[in-house]
């Protein structure tokens, strides 16, 4: 996607980085209730979802996030821009992520201190933020119903702010780039 760049005396920060679906068409999950009971959960049947786009650095816990109402090529691109923002002065990010329509796009707009690198088609379990999701919907965000997009981006937000650098680095480590280091 971009031309190699030499960071200028910052740090090199591998992160990962997905997108997630959220919304009424929720995840059921497995809940503790007394023996013989059968606890009944909601389940909805409506179409609204919200999109949380977010890059993890696994080996220090640091994200960085937004929520959006679609995916495509511009809200990918207004991504990168806040992530570019995030990280501190001088560091340059190796964003690894999957080869979806809208990472790949030439029209994508990637800036100067972060450089793509992709992962092999079809090859989502080496890509640590989708155990985050799994960790997501099981924590914060299965066996509930959402009145609407806003009700769902508040959810999501409030579920991703739960999440501590800890948490991040816990459910997003990997082992095959701690050896490497």
Avoid at 15 to 42: C, H, Y
Wanted: hydrophobic share 40%; with cysteine.
């Amino acid at each position: 996607m971009t031309d190699a760049v030499e960071p200028r005396g910052g740090r090199v920060r591998v992160m990962f980085m997905d997108e997630a679906r959220i919304g009424q068409q929720g995840t059921l999950t497995n809940v503790w209730a007394l023996k013989g009971s059968r606890p009944a959960v909601v389940k909805q049947t409506r179409y609204e979802w919200a999109y949380l786009y977010a890059a993890v650095e696994p080996a220090t816990g640091f994200s960085s996030a937004i929520i959006a109402p679609d995916v495509n090529t511009a809200t990918m691109s207004a991504f990168l821009n806040v992530l570019s923002k995030e990280v501190e002065a001088g560091d340059f990010v190796v964003l690894i992520m999957d080869q979806a329509g809208w990472h790949k796009s030439g029209r994508l707009r990637v800036p100067d201190n972060i450089a793509v690198l992709f992962l092999p088609p079809k090859s989502p379990e080496i890509n640590p933020v989708e155990r985050l999701w799994h960790y997501m919907r099981s924590h914060y965000l299965s066996n509930r119903a959402y009145d609407d997009y806003d009700h769902i981006r508040e959810a999501t937000g409030r579920a991703y702010r739960a999440l501590t650098p800890d948490v991040l680095r816990s459910v997003c480590r990997c082992d095959y780039i701690e050896r490497a280091l």
